[in-house]
């Protein structure tokens, strides 16, 4: 139950700040070529994207990074924990 509510919570968390990674990725464009990105700071670049392309490309990959979000870190990290814990019982040997 506690991965399940993990895998959700991350879903959650990357859908709401997908926008921010949009407005991070196109900061990251414009300084290599200011004259396709002519924003400079986040808030500007939310609002210029929206103005440009629409709200709707602000969620543009929201899918395939929520995807992502949540088997490496919803998934991922609590596996690699469990695998963690049988693997030092398996090698410990008894308990003294």
Do not use: D, H, W
Not at 11 to 30: D, E, H, I, W
Not at 56 to 77: P, Q, V
Request: hydrophobic share 45%; aromatic share 6%.
């Amino acid at each position: 139950m506690s991965i399940a509510c993990g895998v959700a919570g991350y879903g959650f968390g990357s859908y709401l700040t997908q926008p921010l990674a949009v407005a991070k990725n196109r900061l990251q464009v414009a300084k290599i070529n200011p004259e396709l990105f002519p924003e400079t700071n986040t808030p500007s670049a939310i609002l210029g994207i929206a103005r440009r392309e629409g709200v709707k490309s602000l969620m543009s990959g929201a899918n395939s990074r929520a995807a992502f979000i949540m088997t490496r870190l919803g998934l991922g990290i609590p596996l690699a924990g469990i695998a963690q814990k049988k693997l030092e019982e398996l090698f410990s040997g008894p308990s003294r």
